[in-house]
């Protein structure tokens, strides 16, 4: 099932539910951004080499918010607004690693990709609103983009649950005490 609607993930024995439904907004991702990352992270999942698709573009408010942090290090312009995916970075990081499901990715992911969301270094930007992740964090979302080797679009390379100081690993240890 999908965040928001009540689910049960197979690496947790407890029952969680994330209150409010989640979802892409249109602006800067597309409407089917969600689908399309989805898709990506279970052809990872799967073993297979997924596309690099386009999911959407930073706000012009957040390309002047990165390139004023980049500025600020003496770091290139990024110079276009679209976002690319792939995704096996993040699927390592947090799925295999942390042991969020491909769901809890994608909802952090929507979450700070959000026209909301502000530039909180060179390379990244984060939702401006606590999320509650389902595991008792309130988190800050944030997104980290590579910003060279795809330009001048933007690699969507990672994605952060700021605060996740339960994490999924976490919880199921505590589950099985």
């Given at each position: ?43 990872i ?70 026209e ?21 964090n ?40």
């Open positions: 099932m999908w965040p928001g609607r009540g689910s049960t993930h197979a690496h947790s024995k407890r029952k969680r539910t994330i209150t409010g439904s989640v979802q892409c907004q249109p602006m800067p991702l597309n409407p089917d951004a969600d689908k399309l990352i989805l898709a990506n992270l279970r052809e999942e799967k073993g297979n080499r997924p596309k690099t698709i386009s999911v959407g573009f930073i706000t012009e408010a957040q390309l002047a918010e990165l390139n004023a942090l980049r500025a600020e290090h003496e770091l290139p312009e990024i110079e276009g607004r679209e976002v690319v995916f792939i995704g096996r970075h993040i699927y390592e990081r947090r799925v295999v690693a942390q042991g969020y499901s491909i769901e809890d990715v994608v909802t952090q992911i929507c979450t700070a990709m959000r909301s969301s502000r530039a909180n270094s060179a390379t990244s930007i984060q939702s401006a609103q606590p999320r509650a992740d389902g595991y008792g309130q988190v800050l979302d944030r997104v980290v983009f590579e910003c060279t080797a795809r330009k001048p679009r933007l690699e969507l390379y990672s994605v952060v649950p700021g605060g996740d100081k339960i994490s999924p690993r976490e919880e199921k240890k505590k589950a099985a005490e």
